[in-house]
């Protein structure tokens, strides 16, 4: 699952910057100073800032994955640090300005499964990582899945990922989250969004979400050790109430000889909550 996300997430969104945009990356550059220059960029409108910002995303997204090093040989840089952005005045109102416009003039299709070389594309994952919660990147969440044209598994998936990113745990994105657990069906990527589904489940651990995640288990066995870590998040009293259906999963040896070691914590975590049974 982790090379497919990486295959998404590192689409090549990094344009060349100009040269004041490109002191973002040193490390030496102050927070206070890199924030400056993307302020300037802004406020004079200059949308290479938008590729600047992508290029730091994805050094974001790399490390989150454990594949910083591999992004640097790959690109034949150095590491490029990660500050809060969101911070930066008017910021967020030129991104989504920008999204739109772009967006409208392409057709409202992003199509995330084209391989190209387009910042703007990138710009509702700067979104989500520069303004978790906020309530202006939710409503362009939902603005862009109601409208874009992008195949339908590939638009759930950057979705699923744009409402993790940003820690949303509204109603409407965990509905969304258990919607795509229950209806996914594409045969070699489904699993993948039905594991990121999860992820996102865990944030909130709703009672009525537990259940869905047990029966996507069953259906997406791919997608077994996401939706482990998300289920062991929950208490012991809601996990003892499936104790019939999660039996199973505990009791399969796959897990004990093929998982990571936090999945095998997980599935440890998610036994021992489970009622004893007394075989006399």
Same mark, same amino acid.
């Given at each position: 699952?982790?090379?497919?996300?990486?295959?998404?997430?590192?689409?090549?969104?990094?344009?060349?910057?100009?040269?004041?945009?490109?002191?973002?990356? *040193?490390?030496?550059?102050?927070?206070?100073?890199?924030?400056?220059?993307?302020?300037?960029?802004?406020?004079?409108?200059?949308?290479?800032?938008?590729?600047?910002?992508?290029?730091?995303?994805?050094?974001?997204?790399?490390?989150?994955?454990?594949?910083?090093?591999?992004? +640097?040989?790959?690109?034949?840089?150095?590491?490029?640090? +990660?500050?809060?952005?969101?911070?930066?005045?008017?910021?967020?109102?030129?991104?989504?300005?920008?999204?739109?416009?772009?967006? @409208?003039?392409?057709?409202?299709?992003?199509?995330?499964?084209?391989?190209?070389?387009?910042?703007?594309?990138?710009?509702?994952?700067?979104?989500?990582?520069?303004? $978790?919660?906020?309530?202006?990147?939710?409503?362009?969440?939902?603005?862009?899945?109601?409208?874009?044209?992008?195949?339908?598994?590939?638009?759930?998936?950057?979705?699923?990922?744009?409402?993790?990113?940003?820690?949303?745990?509204?109603?409407?994105?965990?509905?969304?989250? +258990?919607?795509?657990?229950?209806?996914?069906?594409?045969?070699?990527?489904?699993?993948?969004?039905?594991?990121?589904?999860?992820?996102?489940?865990?944030?909130?651990?709703? $009672?009525?979400?537990?259940?869905?995640?047990?029966?996507?288990?069953?259906?997406?066995?791919?997608?077994?050790?996401?939706?482990?870590?998300?289920?062991?998040?929950?208490?012991?009293?809601?996990?003892?109430?499936?104790?019939?259906?999660?039996?199973?999963?505990? *009791?399969? @040896?796959?897990?004990?000889?093929?998982?990571?070691?936090?999945?095998?914590?997980?599935? +440890?975590?998610?036994?021992?909550?489970?009622?004893?049974?007394?075989?006399?």
């Amino acid at each position: 699952m982790k090379t497919r996300t990486a295959t998404l997430l590192l689409i090549a969104f990094a344009g060349m910057a100009n040269a004041d945009l490109e002191r973002i990356y *040193d490390p030496v550059t102050p927070d206070a100073e890199a924030f400056e220059i993307v302020r300037t960029a802004v406020e004079n409108s200059d949308l290479s800032v938008v590729a600047a910002l992508a290029r730091v995303h994805m050094f974001e997204n790399a490390r989150g994955l454990g594949a910083e090093s591999w992004l +640097m040989s790959y690109l034949g840089t150095g590491s490029v640090p +990660m500050r809060d952005y969101g911070q930066v005045p008017g910021l967020k109102e030129f991104l989504i300005k920008h999204w739109r416009e772009s967006h @409208a003039a392409n057709g409202f299709n992003a199509d995330y499964d084209a391989n190209t070389n387009e910042p703007w594309k990138g710009v509702p994952g700067l979104l989500s990582r520069f303004y $978790p919660g906020d309530p202006d990147v939710h409503a362009l969440i939902w603005e862009i899945v109601n409208t874009d044209a992008t195949p339908a598994v590939s638009l759930r998936m950057m979705a699923l990922q744009w409402l993790n990113v940003g820690r949303f745990t509204t109603h409407e994105a965990d509905a969304y989250r +258990m919607n795509v657990l229950a209806s996914e069906t594409h045969p070699t990527r489904g699993y993948v969004n039905v594991g990121i589904a999860a992820q996102g489940l865990a944030l909130t651990r709703r $009672p009525e979400a537990l259940g869905s995640m047990i029966d996507a288990w069953r259906a997406h066995p791919l997608a077994g050790n996401e939706i482990a870590l998300a289920v062991a998040s929950y208490p012991t009293g809601q996990l003892s109430l499936h104790a019939e259906q999660l039996r199973g999963f505990v *009791d399969d @040896a796959a897990w004990q000889e093929f998982g990571s070691e936090a999945v095998k914590k997980a599935m +440890m975590r998610i036994g021992a909550a489970l009622p004893v049974i007394n075989e006399h």
